[in-house]
């Protein structure tokens, strides 16, 4: 089993910047590919970023050049770096694992709110 908690959420003004961090325990290393999704009030979770265990990764359009994910493979945490926040960013913000024996793994959710 893999179990993901998610922290570094809040309330930020737009253009402000927060991290998210995701600590993964368990079988780590049947770990495929780790990811951050989003879901806004009334609409279906999209994909943020995501990275290999070899630290390839791909964003979606809505986020690139002001999100960044990253890994620390020592501490088994994945961050989600989020700059110059815009008010439709506003979401629970999911982190995700995919394990070769586990399928798919979630975390609980980290609420990101942004608003002057």
């Known amino acids: 089993q893999v179990q993901l908690v998610e922290s570094g959420g809040g309330l930020v003004q737009p253009g402000g910047s927060l991290r998210l961090s995701c600590a993964a325990s368990?079988?780590?290393?049947?770990?495929?590919?780790m990811a951050w999704y989003r879901q806004a009030p009334g609409k279906q979770r999209e994909s943020v970023a995501t990275i290999t265990p070899g630290g390839s990764t791909n964003y979606a359009d809505y986020v690139k050049g002001r999100f960044t994910i990253s890994r620390d493979n020592v501490k088994n945490t994945v961050y989600l770096q989020m700059n110059n926040l815009k008010p439709e960013d506003t979401a629970v913000y999911y982190c995700y694992a995919l394990g070769r024996a586990t399928g798919n793994i979630w975390g609980q959710g980290t609420q990101v709110t942004v608003s002057s």
């Open positions: 368990g079988s780590i290393s049947s770990i495929i590919v």
